[in-house]
Each structure stands twice: as structure tokens, then as C-alpha cells.
């Protein structure tokens, strides 16, 4: 499972575009890979979708906003290889969320998970 990852991760960083072909000397760690914006969404979506499970949220409006997040993954690109890595991405941050819960609580992640569902879902 890990190399399955480590392949897509891979496949994501060549395919994304940010390493240019004429870079001629060693690349900066800080400025070798840079994440493509369907990973940052997958990520952001993920562990809203974990802390909602950790703080209880009901099942089913959870289940709904899973579905609507991969929807929305679906609709960003039609690379099916992005699309992939960005459900692992998702997959990976909603089991964080799930196991350390919100960094800022349960009571003031409802306010930010009300903000994701309607600037990131809607």
C-alpha cells in the first residue's frame, strides 16, 4: 500500500508540471514539490470530514458530505491518476481528523466546518 502511495504521490509531482526539465543545478527542498490545488482541496475537505466524525456530527449529514466532497474532487479534474491521489489525500486527512480531532476543538470547528460546506461544497 505504501509504495501504491508513494507511486501516486510521484505520478502527482511529475504530472503536475512544477519541475521543470531545465532545472540544471540541485533544487531546493523548500521549492522541489509543490502541492497541485486538488490535493489542497482533498486535504482541507478530508480533515473537516475527519474532525466532524471525531466531534460526533451526525452520521449521515457526515456520510453526505463525504459524498458531496468526492463529487466535488470529481469535478475538479479529469486526470483519473489526480483524481485518485486526491482521494487518497482525502482519505489519509479524514482518518487524522478522525483519530486526533480538531486542532481548535469541537465547538469552534463547527463555525469552520459550516464555512467549508459552503464556500468549498456549494
Given at each position: ?39 489542497l ?80 461544497l456549494?
Open positions: 500500500m505504501l509504495r501504491l502511495g508513494s507511486f501516486i504521490l510521484l505520478a502527482l509531482v511529475l504530472g503536475s508540471g512544477h519541475l521543470s526539465a531545465q532545472t540544471t543545478g540541485p533544487v531546493a527542498p523548500e521549492h522541489s514539490v509543490s502541492k497541485v490545488p486538488l490535493l482541496l482533498a486535504e482541507r475537505l478530508g480533515r473537516a470530514a475527519g474532525n466532524a466524525e471525531f466531534c460526533r456530527y451526525d452520521p449521515d449529514a457526515v456520510e453526505e458530505f463525504i459524498g458531496k466532497s468526492m463529487a466535488r474532487l470529481a469535478k475538479e479534474t479529469e486526470d483519473r491518476i489526480l483524481l485518485a491521489g486526491g482521494r487518497v489525500e482525502f482519505n489519509a486527512h479524514a482518518a487524522f481528523g478522525r483519530s486526533e480531532g480538531p486542532d481548535q476543538g469541537c465547538e469552534l470547528f463547527s463555525v469552520d466546518y459550516g464555512e467549508i460546506k459552503r464556500n468549498l456549494y
